[in-house]
């Protein structure tokens, strides 16, 4: 298979209209904030618009045509959200975060509504 550009662990991944998503993460020395997407009919990862803030751990889902990243670590557990819209290639930072600071946890999509459950918050 195809290896990706940037190596990393502890990235969010998802799936979104036909790509797969490999979404921040550690690349063994630092928290990173590239994002790459796995393209089926090229069999090739490709870079694109960085996160706007590195984050390790997040949880990450598709909703409403977009790719929303949540929590994390940057060093410090984050509840911001960010979201990408791929036909504009542009992140935005939401104004509304999550309730608690959360990282390694999941997160699931339900009618509209987006869940994270579990993972730590220390």
């Not at 940057?74 to 036909?87: A, E, H, I, Q």
Request: proline share 3%; hydrophobic share 35%; charged share 20%.
């Amino acid at each position: 298979g195809a290896t990706l550009k940037n190596p990393r662990r502890n990235c969010a991944s998802c799936e979104l209209d036909g790509r797969v998503y490999a979404i921040g993460g550690f690349d063994g020395t630092k928290i990173i904030s590239s994002v790459e997407a796995y393209d089926n009919r090229l069999k090739s990862w490709m870079l694109i618009e960085p996160l706007p803030t590195a984050r390790s751990s997040a949880m990450a889902c598709a909703q409403g045509g977009k790719l929303w990243v949540l929590g994390g670590t940057s060093g410090t557990r984050l509840k911001t959200v960010d979201v990408f819209d791929p036909r504009a290639n542009r992140w935005d930072q939401q104004k509304v975060e999550m309730l608690d600071t959360r990282s390694a946890g999941q997160v699931a999509t339900c009618v509209n509504h987006i869940f994270t459950l579990g993972g730590t918050d220390n």
